[in-house]
């Protein structure tokens, strides 16, 4: 009774959130179509609650309590903001793609094509009157609700495609920041790799000062072709009352090496949910996922895998450190189908937990329909090492020294796991940034 | 002058077990002193409590540094005071690479003594020479601290720390363990390298040979949680011959 009623509730608030975005939203005939059917999937059942059991640790009715308000166009302010976050980045020599207040800015993005790269802002797709399949931007395998709330109201986002044995000499990395308070952005990127490329991906999620209890709405539909190899790195440093909720929705070709890591330090209320599926033989999956959180911060990390093609391999490695009340939560789910034969398939989840009142929570699911198959998965739980941070001491380093530098020890190989030297750095700077705003 | 280390009537509890039952011992600049006494004596828990490990109630007693109360200091403060205990069993410290652990180390000393950071080449060149002094390879040094080292070489590790650090006060827990008879002289030369009239050493080992490479000024007898008997380097051939036996019978 009681879910019916908040049911109703949250779906006629969005209703009007979403009937006021409506003109603003790109894209015509098909296009709107599939957004107001996205739009009632999603209202049927409105924010996911525990009850739904993939969100059953994220209960963003709970936390969320509602969709904010879509962001408004950025003006001459909010992108000369975003054009000094971008500057700080400090990754190095890629090909920014900026997206401030979930609107794509070209001027401060570098749409160079060439060498096999061809990159498009997906508004100007959808409102692309020629294109036949201009509505197909917005369609995606998994069904969630989530993900269909982001197809109602994307307004912007990347449309990157990579052309066989294409090997961009930069990384594409796709910059979102966030200038204002309490307002939603639905961003939406699609990714085609072809055969024998060598990519590699960048997502950074940054904030300005004033940006405050804002939402980032993200989805990433990846395509990956076969011989190929896609290097994918994300860093999430949004507002530390700031929601993210963001999905990956990954098909990987035959022989293809994918290797992911994510970072979140940012966030009071965060989902990374990355959909994989190993859908040609003999490809090899790596995951390493990196939560720092501290506050109340709430962070989910879902994985969903399926092996779907015989003699592939993944490990899904996921570590958080978490301070205060911070609380974590790694969802990991290897669906093995009967022909994924050889399957080798394993997921680990290590906390290291600084505070009493810290919490994580652990769901790994196996589903396995193959006979011949390795999987398996474990979990740790710990505290920092007494004698350790005692050794460190007495070797000259402060207690919050001493405890960051075992904590980069604990984080220390998923970084390793970055193959870039500059984005590694990057990554290391962001936890270094968390590092230092514990002392 | 006032004494390097002075540790007056210390008593010292854990879990309500009291293991220092009033122990007393002065020890001054320049001088080498080694304390020797039967496993389970309170060794260990004397120089743990001098460095600062959590988990021991002093129950009585002071520990003077330069006349300076150190058991109102934090570990680290103590460690960049001068006071440096080499352990009887060094931890491994896996994802942090002895040479960015000896740099932090270094660097967190010199911050707290209000000197400035060492730079990188400068480091390097010092840690290069102590590091070929003591026969540890720079390889070694790459690796995780202790990580996979060999009981010797974890021990070498300890020494190495000291020659950088340039300690005050230096405590040894039974260094001479687990070392050859080859490495063993390679460290306390290392060790003997370091006397110098503002320096002291405090040398804890059951065997007399460590003596003879480190010549110790003062020999202590511990037993039982209190120092039982003090006297010059003779009184450790004296305890080879002997044993512990009559000492046992003292403290009791
Ligand atoms: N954390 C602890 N909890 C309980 N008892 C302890 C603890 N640490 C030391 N003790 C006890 O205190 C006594 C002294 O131990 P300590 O390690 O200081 O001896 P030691 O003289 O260094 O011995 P050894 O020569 O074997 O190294 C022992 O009986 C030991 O069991
Ligand atoms: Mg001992």
């Not at chain 1, 692309?128 to 995606?140: E, K, P, V, Y």
């Not at chain 1, 004033?210 to 209890?213: D, T």
């Not at chain 2, 959590?54 to 002093?58: F, K």
């Not at chain 2, 390879?137 to 080292?149: A, E």
């Given at each position: 009774m009681n879910v019916a009623l908040a049911k109703t509730t949250t779906g006629a608030v969005l209703d009007g959130t979403f009937a006021a975005a409506r003109g603003r939203l790109p894209g015509v005939g098909t296009v709107a179509e599939t957004r107001q059917q996205a739009f009632d999937d999603f209202a049927r059942t409105g924010?996911?609650?525990?009850?739904?059991e993939e969100w059953k640790y994220t209960d963003l009715r709970n936390l969320l309590r509602d969709v904010a308000p879509l962001a408004p166009t950025p003006d001459q302010a909010a992108l000369a903001q975003a054009a000094k976050l971008v500057e700080g980045?400090?990754?190095?020599?890629t090909q920014k793609l900026v997206i401030v207040d979930g609107v794509f800015a070209a001027g401060l993005s570098d749409l160079t094509s060439g060498g096999g790269v061809t990159v498009h802002a997906l508004s100007a797709m959808l409102d692309?009157?020629?294109?036949?399949?201009?509505?197909?931007?917005?369609?995606?395998r998994v069904a969630d609700p989530m993900i269909a709330l982001n197809a109602a109201f994307a307004t912007d986002g990347m449309l990157i495609d990579i052309a066989d044995d294409a090997a961009p000499s930069r990384p594409l990395h796709i910059v979102h920041v966030a200038t204002r308070p309490s307002v939603a952005a639905f961003t939406r990127s699609l990714v085609r790799i072809g055969n024998r490329a060598r990519v590699t991906l960048v997502e950074s999620f940054v904030a300005a000062e004033?940006?405050?209890?804002y939402q980032a709405h993200d989805v990433a539909v990846i395509w990956i072709g076969d011989d190929s190899d896609l290097q994918h790195v994300r860093v999430m440093e949004d507002a530390g009352d700031a929601a993210n909720i963001a999905t990956a929705i990954v098909t990987v070709g035959a022989r293809t090496k994918f290797n992911t890591f994510s970072l979140t330090t940012g966030g009071g209320v965060s989902r990374y949910q990355s959909f994989i599926?190993?859908?040609?033989?003999?490809s090899e999956l790596l995951t390493n996922s990196v939560h720092l959180l501290r506050d109340k911060q709430h962070g989910d990390c879902t994985f969903v895998i399926d092996?779907?093609?015989?003699?592939c391999l993944s490990r899904e490695v996921f570590r958080s450190v978490l301070d205060d009340r911070a609380h974590s939560v790694f969802q990991g789910r290897i669906n093995v189908h009967?022909?994924?034969?050889?399957t080798d398939g394993k997921m680990m989840s290590r906390s290291l937990l600084l505070s009493d009142e810290a919490e994580i929570d652990n769901k790994p699911e196996l589903e396995i329909f193959a006979d011949d198959v390795q999987c398996g998965h474990g979990a740790t739980i710990g505290a920092l090492d007494d004698s350790l941070l005692f050794y460190l001491r007495a070797r000259g380093l402060p207690e919050k020294a001493a405890q960051a530098l075992l904590i980069q020890a604990f984080v220390g190989e998923a970084l390793e796991s970055i193959a870039s030297d500059d984005l590694r750095d990057v990554a290391i700077s962001a936890a270094e940034r968390w590092l230092e705003s514990r002392a | 002058m006032t004494a390097l280390l002075e540790v007056k009537d210390l008593q010292v509890r854990v879990d309500d077990r009291e293991i220092l039952h009033g122990l007393t011992m002065t020890v001054n600049g320049g001088e080498v002193h080694a304390i020797m006494g039967p496993n389970g004596s309170g060794k260990s828990t004397l120089s743990h409590v001098i460095a600062g490990k959590?988990?021991?109630?002093?129950t009585g007693g002071e520990i003077l540094f330069k006349g300076e109360d150190?058991?109102?200091?934090e570990p680290d403060e103590r460690a960049a005071k001068g006071v440096f205990l080499a352990f009887q069993y060094p931890v491994e410290i896996p994802g942090v690479t002895t040479m960015n652990f000896l740099r932090t180390a270094v660097n967190a000393q010199r911050k707290a003594r209000g000197e400035d950071e060492y730079l990188v080449p400068d480091f390097l060149r010092k840690v290069r020479e102590v590091a070929a002094s003591l026969n540890i390879?720079?390889?070694?040094?790459?690796?995780?601290?202790?990580?996979?080292?060999s009981g010797g070489e974890k021990k070498r590790n300890e020494v190495l720390q000291m020659a950088l650090f340039q300690p005050s006060l230096c405590i040894l827990d039974e260094?001479?363990?687990?070392?050859?008879i080859d490495a063993l002289r390679v460290a306390a030369d290392g060790v003997n390298a370091l006397r110098s009239p503002d320096r002291a050493m405090v040398v804890i080992t059951h065997y007399q040979r460590l003596l003879n490479y480190i010549v110790p000024d003062v020999v202590h007898v511990m037993s039982q949680g209190r120092v039982v008997k003090s006297g010059g380097k003779e009184l450790a051939l004296e305890l080879e011959a002997t044993g512990y036996a009559q000492y046992e019978e003292v403290a009791a």
């Open positions: 924010l996911p609650t525990r009850r739904i980045l400090g990754t190095g020599d692309d009157a020629t294109s036949a399949t201009r509505a197909d931007l917005l369609r995606s004033a940006a405050k209890a599926t190993l859908a040609g033989e003999d092996h779907a093609a015989p003699n009967q022909v994924a034969q050889k | 959590p988990g021991y109630e002093v150190l058991l109102e200091m390879p720079m390889d070694m040094l790459k690796r995780g601290v202790n990580v996979g080292f260094m001479d363990s687990g070392l050859d």
